[in-house]
């Protein structure tokens, strides 16, 4: 199968990569896990008014009617810029044509609601409030939530995946060029053969998940093979820019770390990677 995005969906989603680095997406999730949302709000409200919450929501009711591929085009922006919010639960898992800021637990794929300090919860009654290994987001209890069926589910993990893409392209990115310029032994870093090859196996395993991710938003492939394939190669970026990095980008102040706590967060939010294997185990075998 070949398949390539519209020069209309290419602009889309450069768009959105404008959008958010004019505002310093970067600025605004610091801000945000400090507990200052403003600035994620303000962002917020200008991405949603670029259609990201209504995009696949049925003109009828007053969406943009777009494709899961749009909505991946859109992910793979929100990742790889480091959106901050509830956007798989406000744009995949229930869009909102008025761009509203909503949150919910969707068990057995996400057992808590994030960031329901900020957003409407859907349903359901809060309860306890805790933190996450990702710093720009919250995660609440929540007690009798109404169940959502398969095909929001499916559209919420594929959100996931795409993010997951972005995010592990972004981390890639940076460590290639941090490789470039870092000199140790009086050469760059990126001149060892052992570095180049760490590196290259990240861009191998993006570049298979890709295929999958955008495969499963035409219908062509699970959904969860691709969130397999995608948190497999997003935490191998970010366990492979860490090394690359060195200590300097475990630390809070090093934009890296960011990164690193958000993939490691969306490799088990939407169903845990052994939750997805069975899945795929199942199409295969049958028994779905």
């Known amino acids: 199968m070949r398949f390539e995005l519209t020069d209309e969906q ?3 989603g450069q768009s959105l990569t404008d959008l958010m680095r004019s505002a310093d997406s970067v600025s605004v999730a610091r801000s945000w896990a400090e507990g200052d949302t403003a ?12 259609g990201v919450t209504a995009l696949v929501a049925p003109e009828d009711e ?5 494709t899961l591929i749009d909505l991946a085009v859109a992910f793979e922006v929100l990742g790889h810029e480091l959106a901050v919010g509830p956007w798989i639960e406000s744009a995949a898992l229930a869009p909102q044509v008025d761009g509203a800021m909503v949150t919910a637990a969707a068990p057995p794929l996400a057992a808590y609601a994030a960031d329901a300090h900020v957003a409407r919860l859907l349903s359901g009654v809060a309860g306890e409030q805790h933190g996450s290994v990702d710093t720009t987001r919250t995660l609440t209890e929540v007690a009798d939530p109404d169940p959502f069926d398969d095909v929001a589910l499916d559209r919420a993990v ?5 993010e997951l893409l972005g995010a592990g392209e972004r981390v890639l990115a940076d460590s290639v060029a941090y490789a470039k ?7 760059e870093i990126g001149s060892y053969q052992a570095v180049k090859h760490q590196l290259a196996d990240v861009r191998i395993g ?4 890709r295929p999958l991710v955008f495969g499963a938003a035409l219908g062509e492939v699970p959904v969860s093979a691709a969130k397999v394939a995608a948190a497999d190669a997003a935490y ?9 990095h060195g200590a300097i980008g475990y630390t809070a102040e090093f934009d890296l770390s960011l990164w690193l706590g958000r993939i490691r967060a969306l490799v088990t939010a939407w169903g845990t990677p052994a939750y997805h ?12």
Do not use: E, S
Not at 39 to 48: E, F, I, M, N, T
Not at 158 to 162: D, S
């Open 10 to 12: 290419r602009g889309f």
């Open 39 to 50: 600035p994620g709000q303000d962002l917020w409200k200008r991405l949603a008014d670029q």
């Open 62 to 66: 007053g969406g943009l009617g777009g």
């Open 158 to 162: 594929l959100a996931c995946a795409a």
């Open 181 to 187: 310029q870092r000199r140790q032994f009086g050469r």
């Open 206 to 209: 993006l570049d298979f998940a």
């Open 236 to 244: 191998r970026a970010a366990r492979t820019g860490l090394q690359v």
């Open 277 to 288: 294997r069975a899945r795929v185990l199942d199409v295969i075998t049958g028994a779905r």
